[in-house]
Antibody, heavy 118, light 107 residues
């Protein structure tokens, strides 16, 4: 089965670091762009950035450049989204999604809810 | 960066109605346009890619058209299960920006 499985919900304090994961299976994870999408509570989808696991080529949305870090470990078909210092405004659902032969996000993870609160 | 503008932001229609959602790109994107459906509390789902190609398993009442800067998503006969927010997305080059969404409700 083609799927992306994300790590579980997180509750963190402002200033803490966090790394969430997204593991692909059932398709050629290495050879398609995989990205991250933010959805703040009650708000729209925001494209954060993408990574090509084969060579770790990464592109960020200007809105998220410098705020997060996207990485991937092709040996275990896993992509990551990382924060070094969380803010309350990072509270959101984060989805990973993978390109396929259709060239855009055809496969989506189930989402990881990140709550940042003191 | 190219901006994606959807209209309307919300609509209410009766079961069986034909509805159309518009997405406009601030610059030409050829046919690198996708449409997604997100039902309340659920993961987004790809409906249409390459502006007009239906993703496998998507009902044929959904259709897409357009090229360049102007695109439309049409539901030919609205069903109760189509209640959702619909997003367009450009993917010709990064950033693969989403539109701001159109919320569809049943009257």
């Amino acid at each position: 089965e083609v799927q992306l499985v994300q790590s579980g919900a997180e509750v963190k304090k402002p200033g803490e670091s966090l790394k969430i994961s997204c593991k692909g299976s059932g398709y050629s994870f290495t050879n398609y762009w995989i990205g991250w999408v933010r959805q703040m509570p009650g708000k729209d989808l925001e494209w954060m950035g993408i990574i090509y696991p084969a060579d770790s080529d990464t592109t960020y949305s200007p809105s998220f450049q410098g705020q997060v870090s996207i990485s991937a470990d092709k040996s275990i078909s896993t992509a990551y989204l990382q924060w070094s210092s969380l803010k309350a405004s990072d509270t959101a659902m984060y989805y990973c999604a993978s390109q396929t032969h259709v060239a855009t996000f055809a496969i989506w993870g189930q989402g990881t809810m990140v709550t940042v609160s003191s | 960066d190219i901006q994606m503008t959807q209209s309307p932001s919300s609509l209410s229609a009766s079961v069986g109605d034909r509805i159309t959602i518009t997405c406009r790109a601030s610059q030409g994107i050829s046919n690198y346009l996708a449409w997604y459906q997100q039902k309340p509390g659920k993961v987004p789902k790809l409906l249409i890619y390459a502006a007009s190609t239906l993703q496998s398993g998507v009902p044929s009442r959904f259709s897409g058209s357009g090229s360049g800067t102007d695109f439309t998503l049409t539901i030919s006969s609205l069903q109760p299960e189509d209640v959702a927010t619909y997003y367009c997305q450009k993917y010709n080059s990064a950033p693969w920006t989403f539109g701001q969404g159109t919320k569809v409700e049943i009257k």
